[in-house]
């Protein structure tokens, strides 16, 4: 079983900086095939943030959160991560890490419970 712990969100102000990390199980590592970064707005569906497969390879961002916001991860810490910068009252929702086993699908099979990130304007 592949567990996934967010942590990193809170209250900032709009302009701040917040570095979110997703911590997957250990040993669970050599099961996922890549990590995705999803957030929820309060009334809103949620949206895809980005991904980054396996090792660290292809991270890629949405377009419109491009030039401020940055995945990357350390797998020797089996640790994503999701650096956010000059943050908006826009980007306020609940932030999930998930994984997925299979690289070409679609579908994640294991989420985080989330992490509050509110900006204040």
């Known amino acids: 079983q592949v567990q996934l712990v967010e942590s990193g969100g809170g209250l900032v102000q709009a302009g701040d900086s917040l570095q979110l990390s997703c911590a997957v199980s250990?040993?669970?590592?050599?099961?996922?095939?890549?990590m995705g970064w999803f957030r929820q707005a309060p009334g809103k569906e949620r949206e895809f943030v980005g991904v980054?497969?396996?090792?660290?390879?292809?991270?890629y961002v949405a377009e419109y959160m491009k030039g401020r916001f940055t995945i990357s991860s350390d797998y020797a810490k089996n640790t994503v991560y999701l650096q956010m910068n000059s943050l908006k009252p826009d980007d306020t929702a609940v932030y999930y890490c998930?994984?997925?086993?299979?690289?070409?699908?679609?579908?994640?099979?294991?989420w985080g419970q989330g992490t509050q990130v509110i900006v204040s304007s």
């Open positions: 998930a994984a997925k086993v299979v690289l070409q699908s679609p579908t994640y099979d294991y």
């Open positions: 250990r040993g669970a590592g050599s099961a996922v095939s890549a």
């Open positions: 980054i497969g396996r090792s660290a390879s292809s991270p």
